[in-house]
């Protein structure tokens, strides 16, 4: 797909060039951030990697991996002085519409326990919990758990 134009954000194709702004936004948002060796292989497998732009900077950025029937959101992440403003719901959106028009019949997601926020927009974008991951994420406190949900598309 190429780039779609949404008021003054653009959405296209994340590029290997954009790993390094992804980065710094990635350290500040997260306390296990992904690497860059994470979004590099993602790019190499040929994952959907996406970003979302204003005025030339990476405000937001997701990957998602489409298998065999089934999709799976790898990243979804907001700079942290963009959040609360909707480009969350619409990354999420933007992939399920990806998801479904692979013919996907149903998107997966790991989200924290602990983060609040994101299970919010997952539960209101209609994911369902299905079950959980013992021991799934590093934490400080040595691992957490993940919840994984469900969409049927
Ligand atoms: C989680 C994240 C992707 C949401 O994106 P966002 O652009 O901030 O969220 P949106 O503005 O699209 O909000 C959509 C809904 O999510 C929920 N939500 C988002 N931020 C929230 C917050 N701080 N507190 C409570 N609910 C929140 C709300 O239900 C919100 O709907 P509402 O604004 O109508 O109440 C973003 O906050 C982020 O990148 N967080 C850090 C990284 C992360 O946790 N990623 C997800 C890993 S699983």
């Known amino acids: ?51 979302i732009e204003s005025g030339g900077f990476v405000v937001g950025y997701g990957v998602l991996m489409i298998g065999v029937n089934e999709a799976h959101v790898l990243n979804l992440s907001v700079a942290a002085g963009w959040q609360r403003r909707g480009l969350g719901r619409s990354l999420l959106t933007y992939f399920i519409e990806i998801a479904r028009s692979c013919e996907s019949q149903r998107i997966f997601l790991e989200v924290r326990p602990s983060n609040r926020s994101a299970r919010a927009l997952y539960a209101e974008t209609g994911f369902r919990e299905l079950y959980v991951r013992r021991n799934y994420y590093p934490a400080d406190s040595g691992h957490e758990d993940a919840i994984l949900m469900g969409l049927d598309l």
């Open 1 to 51: 797909m190429s780039a779609v134009l949404s008021e003054a954000l653009v959405y296209r194709p994340m590029a290997a060039a954009d790993v390094d702004a992804i980065l710094a936004i990635e350290c500040e948002i997260y306390a296990h951030p992904w690497t860059a060796g994470n979004f590099r292989d993602s790019l190499q497998a040929g994952y959907s990697c996406w970003v």
